[in-house]
């Protein structure tokens, strides 16, 4: 037997070229040629879950003479038409659903590195304040803002009042530009920070007295020079470290000494 497409001599019970891969003795479906791969043109397009195209892995074979009777299917290896997809190219060709599931898994397995690296993203590093520790905290982060009037608000009203009459002031916005005027005088850059503050606190009924006892207060003075202060060290941000508090009508008020 003749191969019928490259002319090599072939024992006589052969169905396939051993040279060129031709069918010998039968006929794919689609026409008489007996190319073992039919031409790309001719080829139904499949798409497989990438959205790449496939090449059909198979053709039925009828018999020659057969009125058109299968005679099974003649497996095929389709050729190789480009690299695979990327991982990026796989994600975004994922259906949404199974594409917002591994987002999440994505995310959980940050998180749960994050925690491990930096156990502070799940949990404060900084008990929750009481009331009293609340206006002390509240009067730091005022002068931190160079804001006078925030920190004349935490006072006892009557306090002020009396404050107002020893220096002979009738408006309390007079005392308010004076707040600001100390506060500009003692961190003149308007840069103060605080960090790490820290307070203890013993209260009996409406009265507390709250201590600072840890934390840091950077600033830079008139002179251009970086100044670092601690509760222990004083200065112009620890001036005052121990604040007694009064409690009317249900709000705590720092007590001018």
């Avoid at 037997?1 to 003795?25: E, H, K, N, Q």
């Avoid at 207060?217 to 509760?231: D, F, I, Q």
Wanted: charged share 25%; proline share 7%; with cysteine.
């Amino acid at each position: 037997m003749i191969c019928s497409r490259c002319g090599s001599d072939l024992p006589a019970d052969s169905l396939f070229c051993d040279r060129c891969g031709a069918v010998v003795g039968a006929e794919l479906e689609e026409g008489p040629s007996q190319d073992l791969y039919p031409p790309a043109s001719l080829a139904p397009e499949h798409r497989n879950d990438f959205g790449a195209d496939e090449t059909p892995t198979g053709f039925t074979l009828r018999e020659k003479g057969g009125g058109g009777r299968p005679q099974g299917s003649v497996p095929l290896t389709p050729p190789k038409t480009g690299s695979r997809p990327r991982p990026a190219e796989r994600f975004l060709s994922l259906p949404h659903r199974a594409r917002g599931l591994a987002a999440i898994s994505i995310i959980a397995v940050l998180l749960l590195a994050a925690g491990f690296l930096w156990p502070g993203w799940f949990r404060t590093e900084r008990r929750e304040l009481s009331g009293p520790e609340q206006v002390v905290d509240a009067y730091f982060q005022a002068m931190a803002r160079g804001d006078g009037a925030a920190v004349l608000d935490l006072y006892l009203p009557r306090d002020l009042e009396a404050a107002m009459r020893l220096r002979g002031i009738s408006d309390r916005g007079q005392l308010d530009q004076s707040a600001n005027e100390n506060l500009n005088q003692a961190f003149p850059r308007g840069d103060l920070r605080l960090s790490g503050l820290e307070y203890e606190s013993a209260v009996e009924g409406d009265e507390a007295v709250v201590r600072v006892i840890g934390g840091k207060a950077t600033y830079t003075n008139e002179s251009g020079e970086k100044v670092t202060e601690t509760p222990q060290s004083g200065g112009n941000a620890f001036v005052q470290t121990e604040f007694r508090l009064l409690r009317e009508e249900g709000r705590w008020y720092i007590a001018m000494q």
